[in-house]
């Protein structure tokens, strides 16, 4: 079936950096949705993505759904302690959408 | 203008007993999808429901597990006989049922099951 890996799995990096993670898949996508977990809460959207080629920002957050359709890129401009959490790429499989594996973000002061 | 609900939020079971965990779908939504967490690990997908109609159960255990969702109240996730491997969280999400969206997940803050 269709699998979501992320990359890097895990990430440590002081607040003020910008920060960079993506999402590959085996076989195309239509659709690309970023979420962003909460430690103890539901993801909530980030960003969503439409069409091949398309670059979406959501304040300090950069999207893009790449050309192949096999992949998606988040950026994270000058990180603050609150973007800490796991953040997981998802994409339509028939009926249901599937997750990525999640990009685990530590910000340190 | 609630958001997905579910309760409830936190869920202490021994083994053998029975857990239920309710939804109710964002005002305008009529999906339903149940996805459930294991510790350090993403999103599974489990079950996915619209008014008295499983569209998608795919993701669900073969035994122990059922969902419903009736024509009145929130849709119940229902486990049987939980066992220790079914300590977990719980998430159910909600969608509009077509045109532009449709495809996003609303989801709720989450069940935690633990199972002693």
């Known amino acids: 079936g269709q699998q979501l890996n992320q990359s890097p799995q895990s990430m440590f990096i002081q607040e003020g950096e910008d920060v960079s993670m993506n999402c590959t898949s085996s076989?195309?996508?239509?659709?690309w949705l970023w979420y962003k977990q909460d430690p103890g809460e539901g993801p909530v959207l980030l960003i969503a993505?439409?069409?091949?080629?398309e670059l979406t920002s959501n304040g300090r957050l950069t999207a893009q759904f790449g050309i192949t359709r096999k992949d998606s890129f988040l950026n994270i401009s000058a990180s603050i302690p609150s973007d800490v959490g796991i953040y997981f790429c998802?994409?339509?499989?028939?009926?249901?959408?599937?997750f990525g594996t999640g990009t685990r973000l530590q910000v340190f002061p | 203008n609630a958001g997905v609900m579910q309760n409830p939020r936190h869920l202490v079971r021994r083994r053998g007993q029975e857990a239920r965990l309710r939804c109710s779908p964002m005002?305008?939504?009529?999906?339903v999808y149940w996805y459930r967490q294991l510790p350090e690990e993403g999103l599974k997908f489990m079950v996915y429901l619209q008014k008295e109609n499983i569209i998608d159960e795919s993701g669900m255990p073969k035994e122990r597990f059922s969902a419903e969702f009736p024509k009145e109240g929130p849709s119940i996730l229902r486990i049987q006989q939980v066992v220790r491997g079914d300590s977990a969280a719980y998430f159910c999400?909600?969608?509009?049922?077509?045109?532009?969206?449709?495809?996003?997940?609303?989801f709720g803050a989450g069940s935690r099951l633990t199972v002693l």
């Open positions: 993505l439409y069409k091949a080629g």
């Open positions: 998802a994409g339509p499989n028939t009926d249901k959408l599937i």
């Open positions: 005002k305008g939504h009529s999906h």
């Open positions: 999400a909600s969608s509009r049922a077509i045109g532009s969206g449709a495809n996003v997940l609303t």
């Open positions: 076989s195309i996508f239509n659709t």
